[in-house]
């Protein structure tokens, strides 16, 4: 069983900045890809920013240049800094995990969310 807790939604001002926080635990042996979600009311969940094991990262066009993954592997966590942000980042947050469990099964895992959101 693997859990990820997100931690860090908040209110914000546009313009403002805020960072997101994810931390996975449980019977985890690696963890290949780790990426952030969103979802705003009325619309489809949407990738934000994945980045894998080595390093590299992806943006949706939305969010590039605003937006940083990073990820620590110690931790086991990875965090969402977002920059410049915009009223239509308004959204709750998800993060997503993919790895191998100690089992050496392989693993996909949602956390349960964390709001953003951003007035104008």
């Known amino acids: 069983q693997v859990q990820l807790v997100e931690s860090g939604g908040a209110l914000v001002q546009a313009g403002g900045s805020l960072r997101v926080s994810c931390e996975a635990t449980g019977n985890i042996f690696s963890i290949n890809l780790m990426a952030w979600y969103r979802q705003a009311p009325g619309k489809q969940r949407e990738l934000v920013a994945k980045?894998?094991?080595?390093?590299?990262?992806n943006y949706a066009d939305s969010v590039r240049g605003r937006f940083t993954i990073s990820r620590d592997n110690a931790k086991l966590a990875v965090y969402l800094q977002m920059d410049n942000l915009k009223p239509e980042d308004t959204a709750l947050y998800y993060c997503?995990?993919?790895?191998?469990?100690?089992?050496?099964?392989?693993?996909?895992?949602w956390g349960q969310g964390t709001q953003v959101t951003v007035s104008s």
């Open positions: 997503n995990v993919d790895g191998t469990n100690t089992y050496h099964r392989p693993f996909n895992s």
């Open positions: 980045i894998a094991n080595g390093g590299n990262t």
